[in-house]
């Protein structure tokens, strides 16, 4: 049964600083791994996609990496921002299943002024 | 291009009652998925609706039910609330194949059960 795990929970740093939020996963017969972002009481809004076969993807100021091999998933946050204050959460599509997303409870990050 | 919308955004229903979610799907996407987000947890799969048939169910009872309309829209309804059903409930829209089976998400309906 895959599992995802994300540490810490919770994190908090000063503005300007590059972080990184992690994920792991038991299971490496994945098809995709997807990082979202949740603002409080909010939906999800997607950040970044990761095929099986990619090791990274960019957007901006994120970057988000994979080894399937070890069942790692990071996102790189750069010189950051109050508002990246939020919820980070990833999620993993298994390689049998065509339908669903299994989830890590997600990393609180507060970035302070 | 309209995005995934959620109707009603917040809803208190009192236990034992019955509750119809509604979503509508992202232009172009033909799968609806729904997903339960307990407070402080990752969101919990419930079920996907691919061309108005279930395609997928996750470890919830049969009183979480859905619909698919002929327009891909999508109902999720719940039938004697439990106070545990209290959550955010999440629909995401997708078109298989496309754009790498991404999931796009709309704001969730917060549902309190009393």
């Known amino acids: 049964k895959q599992e995802v795990t994300q540490i810490p929970a919770a994190l908090s740093v000063p503005e300007g600083e590059n972080l990184v939020l992690n994920c792991s996963f038991t299971?490496?017969?994945?098809?995709?791994l997807q990082w979202f972002r949740q603002d409080p009481g909010k939906g999800l809004t997607s950040l970044l996609l990761i095929q099986s076969s990619q090791r990274e993807q960019t957007s901006g100021r994120l970057n988000a990496s994979l080894d399937k091999s070890s069942g790692r998933s990071t996102l790189y946050i750069a010189a950051s921002q109050p508002g990246d204050s939020a919820t980070y959460l990833c999620?993993?599509?298994?390689?049998?299943?065509?339908?669903?997303?299994?989830w890590g409870a997600g990393t609180k990050l507060i970035i302070k002024p | 291009e309209t995005g995934v919308t959620q109707s009603p955004t917040h809803l208190i229903k009192t236990r034992g009652q019955q509750v119809t979610l509604r979503c509508s799907s992202q232009?172009?996407?033909?799968?609806v998925s729904w997903y339960q987000q307990a407070l402080g947890q990752g969101p919990q799969f419930i079920f996907q609706y691919y061309r108005e048939e279930e395609n997928g169910r996750g470890n919830f009872p049969p009183r979480f039910s859905g619909l698919q309309f002929p327009n891909y829209s999508s109902e999720l309804n719940v039938n004697a609330l439990e106070l545990d059903d209290s959550a955010l409930y999440l629909c995401?829209?997708?078109?298989?194949?496309?754009?790498?089976?991404?999931?796009?998400f709309g704001p969730g309906t917060r549902l309190t059960v009393l």
């Open positions: 999620a993993v599509r298994p390689g049998d299943s065509n339908y669903q997303l299994i």
């Open positions: 299971d490496s017969a994945i098809y995709n």
């Open positions: 995401a829209s997708s078109s298989p194949g496309g754009s790498y089976n991404e999931q796009f």
């Open positions: 232009s172009g996407h033909n799968t």
